[in-house]
C-alpha cells in the first residue's frame, strides 16, 4: 500500500517523498517532467512518468502501485507567467485536476492531500489572512488553484452521494523556499531565490520587481515558509486522512509574519557575498502587495510550524544551489 506524489519529481513534491520515506509511509512519483527532475526522485521509489492530463495512464498506475491516497503537487505554478499563459494554466491545473479526480474514482483512491495556493486569496482586505478570509484571486494561477478546490469539494458530495466518499483537505501557502537536502533545489526560472541566485553567479545585480507597493519599503511582502516545514505538513496530513482522522476542508500554512521582498535580496546578498546592490525592475502582473497568513488551525491539526529562520531558509537554498 502506498501514497503517490504528482509532480514528485519537482522541488516541493520530491521533499514530499522524502518526507514519506522518513515517516515510512512508501510513495509512488508520478510526474511528466515538465519542470521536474527525475534525480530527485530517490533510486528505490516506483516512477511513472506521465501527465495527470493522461487520465488511463494515472489509473492504470494507481491500481498498479496499490496507491491508497494521493499527494496532488503537480501543476503550471507561477502567478506572473500565468499572467501570460492563462489558457496553458487553466488546462495543466483545472483540467488535470479534473483528470486525475477521474482516474482516483476508477481506481478506488479515496484519500487526497491538494496542493493549492494563498493565491487564491489575492490581495485580502486584512494584513492577515485566515481560513475565513475572502477569496478573490488576482491571477489566473491563483484562480485555478481556487477552482481546483471547487473540484474536489463537488467531487466529495458527488462521491458520498454514491457510496464511496472521497475524502480531501487543501493546504494553502504562499512562498516555499530553502532546501531540505543538498541534491534537491528549487530549479523555477520564475522564483525568487534561483532567480537572485542565477543572477549572482552571472555577476549581475539582482532585480527587485516593484518598490511601489504600499508597504513598509515598497515591496511586496510574502509569508516565506520553509519546503521541509510544508512537506511535514504534508505527511501529517495523508497519515489523519489514512486514520480516518477528521481534517478541514482548508489549511493555511503560514507563519503570520511577512517578509519583503527587498528584506530577502538583502539576505541574499549577505549570504552569498555578493557585492552589487539590487536593481529596480518594474512590478510583475498578478502580484498583490501583502500576504501573509496565520497557520493556527495547522498548528492546530497538522503540528504545522515553521521552525526556520529567513537566514537558515536562505542559506539552506544557497547550499543546494547548482554551482555552474
Not at 518526507?19 to 528505490?44: C, K, Q
Not at 491500481?63 to 488546462?91: D, Q
Not at 512537506?231 to 496530513?237: C, G, I, S
Not at 530577502?264 to 498578478?286: H, L, N, S
Request: aromatic fraction near 8%; charge should be negative; glycine fraction near 10%.
Amino acid at each position: 500500500m502506498s501514497w503517490m506524489v504528482t509532480g514528485g519529481a519537482g522541488y516541493i513534491g520530491s521533499h514530499v517523498v522524502r518526507a514519506l520515506i522518513d515517516a515510512g509511509i512508501a510513495p509512488v512519483v508520478l510526474d511528466d517532467l515538465s519542470s521536474g527532475i527525475e534525480g530527485f526522485v530517490p533510486d528505490d521509489v516506483p516512477f511513472v512518468r506521465a501527465s495527470i492530463l493522461d487520465t488511463a495512464a494515472v489509473t492504470a498506475a494507481l491500481v498498479e502501485h496499490g496507491v491508497v491516497g494521493l499527494i496532488h503537487c503537480a501543476g503550471y505554478k507561477y502567478a506572473g507567467e500565468s499572467v501570460k499563459l492563462p489558457v496553458h494554466t487553466y488546462r495543466q491545473n483545472v483540467e488535470g485536476t479534473g483528470c486525475l479526480l477521474d482516474a482516483m474514482a476508477a481506481a478506488g483512491v479515496t484519500s487526497l492531500v491538494f496542493s493549492s495556493s494563498a493565491g487564491a486569496y489575492g490581495t485580502p482586505p486584512t494584513e492577515i489572512v485566515t481560513e475565513e478570509t475572502p477569496t478573490s484571486p488576482e491571477s489566473p494561477y491563483g484562480e485555478t488553484k481556487l477552482i481546483g478546490e471547487w473540484l474536489i469539494r463537488d467531487q466529495m458530495r458527488a462521491t458520498a452521494m454514491a457510496g464511496a466518499p472521497l475524502t480531501a483537505t487543501n493546504l494553502r501557502y504562499f512562498n516555499v523556499v530553502g532546501s531540505g537536502y543538498a541534491d534537491i533545489y528549487d530549479a523555477s526560472p520564475h522564483n525568487l531565490f534561483p532567480k537572485v541566485f542565477t543572477a549572482i553567479q552571472a555577476g549581475r545585480a539582482p532585480q527587485i520587481n516593484g518598490t511601489d507597493y504600499p508597504t513598509p519599503d515598497g515591496t511586496c511582502i510574502r509569508d516565506y515558509v520553509h519546503v521541509s516545514d510544508l512537506a511535514a505538513a504534508h505527511v501529517v496530513a495523508a497519515q489523519r486522512l489514512d486514520a480516518g482522522e477528521p481534517v478541514e476542508f482548508v489549511y493555511n500554512l503560514g507563519s503570520g509574519a511577512g517578509t519583503s521582498v527587498k528584506e530577502i535580496v538583502d539576505a541574499i546578498i549577505a549570504a552569498t557575498g555578493c557585492e552589487q546592490e539590487a536593481v529596480i525592475g518594474p512590478r510583475r502582473a498578478g502580484d498583490p502587495a501583502i500576504i501573509v497568513a496565520t497557520g493556527e488551525l495547522a498548528a492546530r491539526d497538522l503540528g504545522w510550524a515553521n521552525r526556520h529562520t529567513v537566514t537558515q531558509m536562505v542559506e539552506s537554498a544557497w547550499a543546494a544551489h547548482p554551482r555552474g
